[in-house]
């Protein structure tokens, strides 16, 4: 699973409460992403990061922001959840450092009331 | 320009039987392109992947058939077994583009039946 954890895995949220997802590795790995997974969307690029303090966004950035203070920390905070931010959160890393060969966590089912 | 399209979004095969997933493009900047295979409550794995300048690649009961005129390319099973019942994404990245980024296909439930 290349140390890859998520917390938390579950989460019920009330909507313009602000939350915060974690992606944890451990093994000091560069590149870190994370995306949302919905029916009839596959899944989709919210940001990336590729080290300490550098990040970027993905293609639906919108409402998210992310924080990587620490290698093995990438954190991703929903100011101010929306319904439509209900989904299921995937954090992810290159191992190889190949954008293609990614290795993703278990996941985060978020729902947003 | 950056879509993948996939097909169909469901598959019910045999057990035995061949599985086909396909998928097009538009970006001939894509210069890989993955498959990743997702089982229930997990997250996706990376099952297979091809460069455009190889027609196929196999590994075991899995193959990427490659057509660069057409800019399609698929995923075959052969021998689809229960197991293999997941949900399958393919996937492409340009690497010398601004974005390198994975752009993912909207996912192919399989359900082989036994």
């Known amino acids: 699973d290349a140390g890859i954890t998520q917390s938390p895995r579950h989460k019920v949220t009330e909507t313009g409460t602000p939350v915060t997802l974690r992606c944890h590795q451990t093994?000091?790995?560069?590149?870190m992403y994370w995306y949302r997974q919905d029916p009839g969307h596959g899944l989709r690029l919210i940001h990336y990061s590729y080290g300490v303090k550098d990040t970027d966004k993905g293609e639906v950035s919108d409402g998210y922001s992310v924080s990587r203070s620490k290698t093995e920390d990438f954190l991703l905070t929903l100011e101010s959840a929306t319904s439509s931010q209900t989904s299921v959160y995937f954090c992810a890393i290159s191992v190889t450092g190949e954008v293609h060969e990614q290795f993703f966590g278990p996941g985060t089912r978020l729902t947003v009331l | 320009q950056q879509q993948v399209k996939q097909s169909p979004q469901s598959l019910i095969v045999q057990k035995g039987g061949i599985s086909i997933i396909n998928c097009a493009y538009e970006?001939?900047?894509?210069?890989?392109f993955p498959w990743y295979q997702q089982f229930p409550g997990k997250g996706p794995a990376l099952l297979i992947a091809?460069?455009?300048?190889?027609s196929e690649k196999k590994e075991g009961r899995f193959t990427i058939s490659f057509n660069k005129s057409a800019k399609q390319f698929s995923l075959h099973i052969m021998d689809s077994q229960p197991g293999d019942s997941a949900t399958y994404f393919c996937?492409?990245?340009?690497?010398?583009?601004?974005?390198?980024?994975?752009?993912f296909g909207t996912g192919t439930l399989l359900a082989v039946q036994p």
């Open positions: 996937a492409a990245v340009n690497y010398g583009g601004a974005t390198n980024k994975l752009i």
């Open positions: 093994e000091n790995h560069r590149y």
């Open positions: 091809i460069r455009p300048d190889v």
């Open positions: 970006n001939t900047a894509f210069d890989y």
